[in-house]
């Protein structure tokens, strides 16, 4: 079992910068792909970025791509969104997903463990 703890959420002006950690507890960490997604109001969970256990590959959402970046230190047990030049359109729950896999998966349903969610909200 592992257990995923997100923060660093919080309201920020348009065009400022967040920082998401995601701390995990329980099984080996590094074997895991990691990921964040974000919910909207109203809206289906949508998939933001993703790490492979090793950090050698990620992938990204069109919508964040050059904006926002995901990192990993594995001897923390600890995944990162680092969030630049936010939009209002960025609102939303950010949740962390991860999975004992070598794939990079961007679908929701491919991931097995989740984070409660951390609000973040863009003013403009």
């Known amino acids: 079992q592992v257990r995923l703890i997100e923060s660093g959420g919080g309201l920020v002006q348009a065009g400022g910068s967040l920082r998401l950690s995601c701390a995990a507890s329980?099984?080996?960490?590094?074997?895991?792909?990691m990921a964040w997604f974000r919910q909207a109001p109203g809206k289906e969970r949508e998939f933001v970025a993703t790490m492979s256990w090793s950090g050698g590959s990620t992938y990204y959402a069109n919508s964040v791509k050059g904006r926002f970046t995901i990192s990993r230190d594995n001897a923390k047990n600890t995944v990162y969104l680092q969030m630049n030049s936010l939009k209002p359109e960025d609102t939303a729950v950010y949740y962390c997903?991860?999975?004992?896999?070598?794939?990079?998966?961007?679908?929701?349903?491919?991931?097995?463990?989740w984070g409660q969610g951390t609000q973040v909200t863009v003013s403009s």
């Open positions: 997903a991860g999975r004992n896999t070598v794939l990079v998966l961007t679908t929701a349903s491919g991931y097995d463990y």
């Open positions: 329980g099984r080996i960490f590094s074997g895991y792909a």
